[in-house]
């Protein structure tokens, strides 16, 4: 993922593009700050599934500065966040369709025997360690209690 990113970034400085250039720049400054903060607290370096989450959370962001910019009617920042979006998506694992979340909310609960509400965080946890980045939990989390319920 960050040879992806930093191969990503010298392609984007030698094309020129001044928008993906600025974004990869931003993803690398990210993780660099999350390494130095994990060697504080002796950890190693960022795992792929720690990367992801960094960026979802990114994309996030943008999102929702997207929203106020549109809101607002600033449509040139709104193109520059969605144009950031875009870039940022490029990073991530592709989601997985309803049908396949449903498909791996039935695998999780076979996979941890969860019986019941209680059991609720096990099964999200199997779903957070299976598909990393690939599911949106505040969705799926309403399924996975529909399920157990």
């Avoid at 607002?72 to 989601?95: M, S």
């Avoid at 076979?110 to 199997?126: L, P, R």
């Amino acid at each position: 993922m960050r040879e992806r990113i930093s191969d990503g970034y010298k392609t984007a400085m030698k094309a020129g593009d001044k928008r993906r250039t600025a974004t990869l720049r931003a993803i690398n400054a990210a993780i660099k700050d999350k390494d130095i903060a994990a060697r504080g607290e002796g950890k190693g370096e960022l795992s792929e599934a720690d990367i992801i989450a960094l960026i979802t959370k990114m994309v996030k962001q943008r999102e929702e500065s997207l929203a106020i910019y549109t809101q607002a009617g600033r449509d040139d920042l709104a193109v520059t966040e969605r144009e950031e979006i875009a870039i940022l998506n490029e990073f991530l694992p592709q989601g997985l369709t309803e049908a396949e979340v449903e498909a791996a909310i039935k695998d999780a609960i076979a996979k941890t025997g969860a019986a019941g509400g209680k059991d609720m965080g096990k099964v999200i946890a199997q779903l957070k360690a299976d598909y990393p980045g690939r599911i949106d939990f505040g969705k799926a989390s309403a399924k996975v209690k529909a399920a157990l319920g």
